[in-house]
């Protein structure tokens, strides 16, 4: 990496950045802040509570249960996501015509607004008009994702590794493209199998994308809503209410505001971890390309 | 293939390259028809007419219809969505893209109080969860009367654009040697003629991978835009909700929203396939 020059003024050119975020993020954040200590009866007239919320909240079987079924959730999805995002990036064209041909169509996902995405899944389950639903039960499978708890959670899984798994194989895809043809060249000549080629060549080279592939992943799992949301709506029951589905119920349909904020500044701080664990790997990966 | 292998060694060596080749294929074919069947099934749907779709389940149209385009295309309360949903996207884009400019150059080349907090930071509110912030946007842009307006969606969008503008252009930036900056200077450039003359247009790709995926996520997200609008302002992606809601029973027209959506993302996706990865890695591939 180049050597950087110590210019303080360069905070000048930040500037613009700076204002923007702190007005869409800054204000916001003491907004919830503000509310997470606080208590109201109505009419604009709070007083302080203190942590009360903050307490209430982590001694709420609700929180804990969304986080732990938002946690079963996104283990499931990275569990299955990144070794098929793999699998598909080891078979894809390296280069030409099929291999833009893959490319085009395998992002054609990731540009769907979220809701159609959902919207799509939600009709393509369903028994009487949708293809999976009519199918599966054409063929005597008992599957009807809005009543039984188990169908939804794998209706809504389904769709997340159809949503994102080209994601893990786009960035798979862009590690392994990085590799010089010598180091095959070099494992033909030792009679490398097939499987210590991918052990000792392929996957060293991809750790780094992995290693981004399974954060971000992981990060955008963690807050998901609105696909989840126009399913199932978060049901039945609670079967897939995950984090900011719960979180969006408290705060505007039961505008329980107090421990709203007290559990949206503990969803962050969650965020925040990962986000550091994320910035340390992008650091690293950084300065050892460089 | 492992019986050739082990009965027919040296001939496995020659005919494994074009057996993984067609294997490979396979996969590729199944997985494509995975992406794609839930796609086409929305399309199919969208060109039939609502009795057949209830009535007769069958695999393409049998009367293909173009009546749930139409209704669209005609009907206000529908396409103005899609109008205002493109009017809040391409100001969130030429905001972030051009505050980000600047910012990225910053981080880019030089060093300075506090830069490493404040890209951490920046990255932070990309992974903020918007359901955090929906219920404090609302009443921040209520509070100042730019409810429903679309720069009010325009401006909470950049909350995770900017910082995604920043390091995707922070990405492209690094591989311009300085050398060129430094020319540039002893030539007698002042920074913005340099900046706007010389450096953008060595960037221009990731200038154009960065607004894309502005576009792009500005466009796919509807927790926030639909929080901050309720009539003037309503994107697309909320005008759709209200319909799977309120009736349940127009799944024609709804299949047709659907596939107007993503119209637009397919038709760039060609321009910038192979920059898609560096733009999800935040432009750290």
Known sequence: ?290 | MTDATTTLAPAADRARPRIRVKGSAIVMTLYLIFMLLPIYWLINMSLKTNAEILGAFSLWPRNLTFQNYVTILTDPSWYMGYVNSLIYVVMNTVISVTVALPAAYAFSRYRFMGDKHLFFWLLTNRMAPPAVFALPFFQLYSSVGLFDTHIAVALAHCLFNVPLAVWILEGFMRGVPKEIDETAYIDGYSFPHFFVKIFMPLIASGIGVAAFFCFMFSWVELLLSRTLTSVDAKPIASTMTRTVSASGLDWGVLAAAGVLTIVPGALVIYFVRNYIAKGFALGRV
Not at chain 1, 276 to 285: E, R
């Open chain 1, 1 to 290: 990496m180049q050597e950087k020059t110590v210019n303080h003024k360069a905070w000048f050119l930040v500037l613009p950045v700076l204002v923007l975020v702190a007005f869409s993020a800054v204000i916001p954040l003491m907004t919830v802040v503000n509310y997470s200590i606080q208590d109201t009866f109505g009419n604009n007239q709070f007083f302080w509570v203190g942590l009360e919320w903050f307490e209430e909240m982590l001694a709420s079987d609700r929180m804990w249960n969304a986080l732990g079924r938002q946690l079963l959730f996104s283990g499931i999805i990275l569990a299955i996501e990144i070794p098929l995002g793999i699998f598909i990036a080891l078979n894809m064209p390296k280069r030409g015509f099929w291999a833009s041909f893959c490319l085009v169509l395998m992002s054609l996902p990731l540009l769907i607004p979220w809701n159609v995405v959902g919207t799509i899944w939600q009709i393509f389950g369903r028994v009487d008009i949708g293809l999976l639903g009519y199918t599966l039960k054409a063929i005597g499978v008992d599957y009807n994702y809005t009543n039984d708890a188990l169908d939804a959670w794998i209706t809504v899984i389904v769709m997340d590794v159809w949503h994102w798994t080209s994601l893990v194989a786009l960035l798979a895809y862009a590690g392994l493209q990085s590799i010089p043809d010598a180091y095959y060249q070099a494992a033909k000549i030792d009679q490398a199998s097939r499987w210590s080629v991918f052990r000792y060549i392929e996957l060293p080279k991809m750790a780094g994308v992995l290693m981004i592939a399974i954060l971000l992943r992981f990060m955008d799992s963690f807050m998901i809503y609105t696909e989840p949301f126009v399913v199932t709506g978060g049901g039945p029951g609670n079967a897939t209410t995950f984090l900011s589905i719960d979180l969006v119920k408290m705060a505007t349909g039961q505008f329980d505001l107090g421990p709203a904020a007290a559990f949206s500044l503990m969803y962050f701080l969650v965020i925040l971890l990962i986000s550091w664990v994320f910035y340390t790997v992008m650091t690293n990966l950084d300065r050892r390309e460089g």
